[in-house]
């Protein structure tokens, strides 16, 4: 019988108050597909720490003390902040010190650890596009928390501002992630010495033993993986086929994002045109008054000279105005949208991108294929 083999389990806190819902589902898929990378699971298992899934719903105390109960910011690998428009609620910790929200209650609990003891190691995003139902307040004060960590005194370091696009940011995450899993490998591991940091989220792969890897039941800090023989790890970048398609896959990526700040433009200028167009074509042109009064002027004269003699004026004069507006250019038609041509290029290149991430899981595939030894 083969000897079981232990996977040390890596507690990933996310941090955020709840106006940011959609960023902290991406950083749950990113930790998952990271658990499925060969380089990672033979050797960790990452667990996403979110109270959503992790503290029950109980009562007869603050939110914060009860998150407290279950997941704690100063006893995780890597702590996760999020923030947007809000700070969130205020919380006064039960030995009488006060913060503005729990989110900065965590953060906190965090960095100090990280001063006194190296860990947790600490990401920092925010988010920079407008909120219209965000409260002033809230905004005021989450400026001053970012004001303060510009400032580099009480706490320091950088953050990651960021435009939301579900895509883009769980691509980010990953790659952060990943990077300080190599930058940083946890206490009592350490990544082969001919293994290099992934950058721009290359993966290693794993040639393991006799057997396939097979998680059992969690043991504390540690995952038992029953029924493993690992007898050796050989660790590879991507292929140069697959580096080649994910450039190509992040200038796609790059297109769109910039078409699309365009065609908002576009939008905007082609409605401005429009409605202009839409007011001139309701008005009378200044050729046809100047028509019209000409007909009135010339008959009304030779009405004051002969009766007669100004009907047949004003129907030959009639027919004179007629005959000079049919001469006249037309009113220009309207612009042809911006718009409608960028559409159809971030369309050309969502399909571009479509077909190059479907060739991307298929020599991926094909590279985990020849990796496995059954």
Request: aromatic letters at 8%; glycine letters at 6%.
């Amino acid at each position: 019988m083969s000897t079981p083999t232990y996977l040390q389990q890596l507690d990933i806190f996310v941090s955020s108050p709840n106006d940011v819902p959609d960023e902290r589902q991406a950083v749950i898929r990113a930790i998952d597909r990271l658990n499925a990378l060969h380089h990672i699971n033979h050797t960790y298992r990452l667990r996403a720490l979110t109270y959503e899934d992790i503290v029950p719903p109980e009562s007869g105390a603050p939110a914060q003390a009860i998150v407290d109960r279950y997941m704690q910011a100063t006893s995780c690998y890597l702590f996760i902040c999020i923030l947007w428009s809000r700070i969130g609620t205020p919380f006064t910790h039960p030995d009488g010190r006060q913060f503005p929200s729990g989110t900065v209650y965590e953060f906190t609990s965090a960095y100090t650890a990280l001063q006194q003891h190296g860990w947790p190691r600490i990401l920092l995003y925010r988010r920079t596009d407008p909120n219209p139902a965000a409260d002033p307040d809230q905004q005021r004060q989450v400026e001053a928390f970012f004001q303060q960590i510009e400032r580099g005194k009480s706490l320091a370091g950088i953050y990651k501002p960021y435009s939301y696009d579900d895509h883009a940011f769980e691509e980010m995450i990953f790659r952060h992630i990943e990077h300080i899993l190599s930058q940083y490998p946890p206490k009592g591991t350490a990544m082969p010495p001919n293994a290099q940091p992934s950058s721009e989220s290359e993966s290693y792969h794993v040639t393991a033993g006799d057997h396939g890897t097979a998680v059992g039941r969690v043991d504390g800090d540690f995952v038992q993986a029953h029924h493993v023989q690992i007898d050796r790890r050989t660790y590879y970048g991507d292929s140069p086929e697959i580096k080649l398609l994910k450039t190509k896959i992040e200038d796609l990526q790059e297109q769109i994002a910039q078409k699309s700040e365009a065609l908002k433009e576009a939008r905007f200028h082609d409605q401005v045109q429009a409605n202009i167009h839409r007011d001139r074509s309701g008005q009378i042109s200044p050729n046809t008054i100047i028509a019209i009064v000409g007909v009135l002027v010339g008959a009304g004269l030779a009405a004051a000279i002969e009766p007669l003699l100004g009907i047949i004026a004003a129907i030959v004069l009639g027919i004179g105005a007629v005959l000079w507006l049919q001469n006249q250019p037309a009113s220009a038609p309207p612009p042809a949208p911006r718009a409608t041509a960028i559409e159809a290029d971030i369309q050309q290149a969502q399909h571009q991108l479509q077909t190059q991430q479907a060739e991307l899981k298929r020599l991926r595939q094909m590279a985990a294929d020849e990796q496995h030894i059954p």
